[in-house]
């Protein structure tokens, strides 16, 4: 239900469920493991070709923030369920596509395993309202 460019949902959402290819995806993410150990392991892909008529060259940009913002609704959806989840970025996107065998118009963007917390997060700072909100009168 996540807002997309033109409402064309130009993204794509792989679950894994391959024991032996999450091992790889572990190892193309510079060995996090516990991307393995997630009973639910979702890999959020753009996907351009959907929008490429319609919007051209911006079709790459709106394909980059329909599938991140995607991935945000499943992080916020995961959390209202009780769940628990972190974005994944750091990896080496030629090996996820190579071992995903993506189609070439299509890029991973984030891999987000999703379970049950074992631990609780340690409080969060963030820059403030005053150093992010710039206004402009
Ligand atoms: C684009 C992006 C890439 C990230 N990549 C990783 C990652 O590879 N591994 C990881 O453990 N966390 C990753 N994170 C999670 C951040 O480290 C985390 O969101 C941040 O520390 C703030 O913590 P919080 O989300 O619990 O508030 C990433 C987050 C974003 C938005």
Redesign the pocket.
């Given at each position: 239900m996540a807002p997309s460019s033109g409402g064309l949902q130009t993204f794509e959402i792989y679950q894994i469920k391959n024991k032996e290819i999450k091992e790889k995806l572990v190892s193309a993410?510079k060995d996090?493991t516990f991307v393995a150990q997630a009973p639910l392991l979702l890999v959020f892909c753009t996907n351009p070709s959907r929008s490429v008529e319609r919007f051209g060259e911006r079709s790459q940009l709106f394909s980059v923030q329909d599938a991140t913002i995607s991935t945000a609704y499943a992080q916020l959806t995961a959390h209202v369920l009780g769940l628990s989840t972190?974005?994944?970025?750091?990896f080496d996107e030629k090996k996820v596509s190579d071992i995903l065998k993506l189609p070439i118009e299509q890029k991973p963007i984030a891999i987000l395993p999703i379970g049950y917390e074992n631990e609780k997060?340690k409080e969060?700072t963030t820059r403030g309202i005053k150093d992010i909100l710039h206004i402009i009168e």
């Open positions: 993410a996090q972190v974005w994944v970025g750091a997060p969060k």
